[in-house]
């Protein structure tokens, strides 16, 4: 599969996650940070989409700490992240 594929893959299952908090939160992030992550942050991405989204809605709000095997510059970027609207 193509990374453009790969990516527009990627976009649609962050947009379509069952939750309207975590489709806001991912979406957003993949469409400000998937253009220009490398093949290392796509696989670091699409692992954080096999994330329940209630450990990753806590995350993002402070009420969990990330656990020590999902800390990465990923996480980072996406609790860094702001949303607007």
């Known amino acids: 599969m193509s990374e453009d594929a790969r990516r527009k893959r990627l976009r649609y299952r962050a947009w379509h996650r069952g939750t309207k908090e975590s489709d806001i939160i991912l979406g957003s992030f993949a469409d400000a940070h998937l253009a220009t992550l490398d093949a ?8 954080l989409l096999d994330v329940p989204d209630p450990e990753i809605y ?8 990330v656990p020590a095997e999902r800390q990465s510059d990923l996480i980072t970027a996406l609790l ?4 607007t609207f």
């Open 58 to 65: 806590d995350w993002v709000i402070g009420r969990a700490p």
């Open 40 to 47: 290392e942050g796509l696989d670091a991405f699409e692992s």
């Open 80 to 83: 860094a992240h702001r949303i």
